[in-house]
């Protein structure tokens, strides 16, 4: 019997029609373009896919892949989720996060092959996010040379980046690892003026590592915020700015203290990581 793939509605005339219907399928794709990085460790592959909708229209798919993970990975896996494997994590976090409005990477497909409670592989399929990263994004339209954008529309979207990881939070989600390269901007929904939808604008990718605290869930949230203003070029985004945006954090979720006192927080943080970036 083979290892079927579990698939989203809508996408199986898809990948139907691309010959992605099992386990089996996916392993042996290789249409596509490797997305290799630095450090990734070969039982984990990443590629980008091209393929075609039912009305004939391109569409861009995301495909990890991940084949006999080592005893060290399959031991924090079993720590974060028992039954799930690698790519079952990243599902199972997609679509949470799609049932609670927070705009992601859209889960297309997953299948796993387990043996009791080890993982022998996994993949996962995910949808495209608009626009591009922060971390692209923030230095080529709001360097200190730039000027395309003024006051009152960097207000918006400083505005509308805390309002989204303010909802992001308040759904009860962390995602330890909320730098800028992981959230990315839709420029057409950015640039479509004010008002509550501000936040629709972004989007976040890599959803490996989210999940819901049980205890110590400021120290989570702390580290998410770190992180993100870690990973914001200074010479980009102002002091004042970076301030503005725990202020509209905390108007939206509050739940963890005072604009001052995450400010605190968040300070002592990045001042640890700056050290041990430093020695690194």
């Not at 725990?246 to 400010?263: I, M, N, T, W």
Request: hydrophobic share 40%.
């Amino acid at each position: 019997m083979p290892d079927l793939l579990h698939v989203s509605d809508g996408y199986e005339p898809m990948l139907n029609s691309a010959g992605l219907r099992t386990l089996a399928d996916v392993f042996a794709w290789t249409d596509g373009q490797r997305l290799d990085k630095p450090g990734l460790e070969n039982w984990r592959q990443r590629w980008r896919l091209q393929l075609t909708d039912e009305a004939g229209r391109p569409r861009t798919l995301y495909l990890k892949r991940f084949d006999s993970p080592p005893l060290r990975r399959q031991w924090e896996r079993w720590r974060q989720a028992r039954r799930l494997s690698t790519a079952g994590i990243e599902w199972r976090n997609a679509r949470e996060l799609e049932r609670a409005g927070i705009r992601a990477a859209p889960p297309v497909a997953f299948g796993e092959r387990m043996i009791g409670p080890f993982e022998q592989r996994s993949a996962i399929l995910l949808g495209e996010a608009p626009g591009e990263s922060l971390e692209k994004w923030v230095p080529a339209h709001l360097g200190a040379d730039r000027r395309e954008f003024d006051a009152a529309s960097r207000r918006r979207l400083v505005e509308g980046l805390a309002r989204f990881v303010a909802r992001f939070h308040a759904a009860g989600f962390v995602h330890r690892d909320l730098y800028l390269c992981h959230i990315f901007i839709d420029p057409a929904r950015a640039s479509a003026g004010a008002g509550q939808s501000a936040d629709r604008a972004f989007c976040l990718i890599d959803l490996q590592r989210v999940f819901r605290p049980k205890w110590r869930k400021r120290r989570w949230v702390v580290k998410d915020l770190a992180a993100l203003d870690f990973s914001t070029p200074a010479a980009c985004v102002s002091r004042w700015e970076r301030l503005r945006f725990l202020c509209r954090y905390v108007r939206h979720f509050d739940r963890f203290g005072s604009a001052r006192l995450l400010a605190g927080k968040v300070a002592a943080r990045n001042r640890r990581m700056a050290r041990r970036h430093a020695k690194a």
